[in-house]
């Protein structure tokens, strides 16, 4: 203690039972109790030497109990719009995926119908030519029939006669040629609309994957650390901070500074671990695995901050 630390401010004289105030000023304690109990401090208590103001005032108090009244207010608004809002996006997203399943429907129900449609225009074709084949072929009987009735006679004059007749019957007759494709089959059809659901499936997964990043990063409130003016975000799901057999909860740092951490990895071992570094180091968490392929690292880095790998 200083010269100038022997005496008391208040009474002059020698301290006796010494305190030491937040500001550094010693004092008596009977000194600095008699003074503040006469002090009109309404609240708040102030040095007596430097007048610094120790401790909140009763309307420093106040104005904070207005300010979480009102903070709770608008957050209390807040998640009723946020339920609002959701009941609605779940009634339209609803409405919408309904409206693409009757698509899809609509889609399949025209496939059907085109399948059906053709198939019934193959059948009539093929009905068509069986049965003028068939007369065709009831016809050629017919004259080889009168052909085998003619050879029999004994009329020679009459069967030069007809036989001649049948023959030029038959030679003015050009019987068609019926083409059939005995590979005929649907089978592109179904690949065409396979294909159609492998492109469905991608196209709605990658969307899916589009909504899912659209949601995670929508920051519903934010709770600001008043020393470091960091804002921390609360997302609509909890971040994981890493991925390896099960997930561990990721408390976000709220200054960069807060960044200083260590992994160990054992492969042979199955040992992950997270280690905090400060005046010691500590045990953030550790994972127990079997790990049967190789392990990487990955980091995410914030604008203008950087990492140190040191192996």
């Known amino acids: 203690m200083s010269s100038e630390q022997e005496d008391c401010h208040l009474c002059k004289?020698?301290?006796?039972?010494?305190?030491?105030?937040p500001c550094g000023h010693i004092f008596c304690a009977v000194c600095l109790k008699t003074y503040w109990?006469?002090?009109?401090?309404?609240?708040?208590?102030?040095?007596?030497?430097?007048?610094?103001?120790?401790?909140?005032?009763?309307a420093e108090i106040q104005e904070k109990i207005h300010d979480r009244l009102k903070q709770m207010e608008e957050l209390k608004q807040a998640v009723d719009t946020l339920k609002s809002s959701a009941h609605t996006?779940?009634?339209?997203?609803?409405?919408?995926?309904?409206?693409?399943?009757?698509?899809?429907?609509?889609?399949?129900q025209e496939m059907m119908k085109l399948i059906s449609s053709n198939k019934r225009a193959a059948l009539s074709n093929a009905e068509g030519h069986v049965e003028r084949l068939s007369h065709e072929i009831s016809d050629l009987k017919r004259r080889d029939n009168e052909?085998?009735?003619?050879?029999?006679?004994?009329?020679?004059?009459?069967?030069?006669?007809?036989f001649h007749m049948l023959l030029a019957q038959t030679e003015a007759e050009e019987l068609p040629t019926v083409s059939v494709n005995p590979y005929f089959?649907?089978?592109?059809?179904?690949?065409?609309?396979?294909?159609?659901?492998?492109?469905?499936?991608?196209?709605s997964n990658e969307e899916l994957v589009k909504v899912a990043k659209a949601v995670?990063?929508?920051?519903?409130c934010q709770l600001e650390d008043s020393k470091k003016k960091q804002a921390k975000s609360i997302k609509s799901?909890?971040?994981?901070?890493?991925?390896?057999?099960?997930?561990?909860?990721?408390?976000?740092?709220?200054?960069?500074?807060?960044?200083?951490?260590?992994?160990?990895?054992?492969?042979e071992g199955g040992t992950l671990a997270f280690y905090g570094v400060g005046e010691t180091m500590s045990l953030i968490h550790r994972f127990k695995a079997s790990f049967?392929?190789?392990?990487?690292?990955?980091?995410?880095?914030?604008?203008?901050?950087?990492?140190?790998?040191i192996q």
């Open 237 to 267: 799901e909890e971040a994981t901070a890493v991925q390896v057999y099960k997930s561990l909860p990721m408390q976000e740092p709220q200054h960069r500074d807060d960044f200083m951490r260590w992994v160990f990895l054992d492969h």
């Open 216 to 220: 995670n990063k929508m920051t519903f």
């Open 37 to 58: 109990d006469h002090a009109d401090h309404t609240g708040s208590y102030m040095c007596p030497q430097c007048r610094q103001r120790l401790g909140a005032t009763q």
């Open 147 to 162: 052909i085998t009735q003619l050879s029999r006679t004994e009329d020679h004059i009459h069967f030069i006669q007809s």
């Open 292 to 309: 049967a392929e190789p392990v990487f690292p990955g980091f995410w880095v914030w604008y203008e901050s950087g990492i140190t790998l």
């Open 13 to 21: 004289e020698f301290l006796r039972d010494p305190v030491s105030i």
């Open 89 to 108: 996006a779940l009634q339209e997203c609803e409405k919408m995926f309904a409206d693409m399943i009757r698509s899809i429907e609509r889609m399949q």
């Open 185 to 203: 089959t649907f089978g592109p059809v179904t690949k065409a609309v396979s294909e159609m659901k492998q492109h469905l499936n991608e196209f």
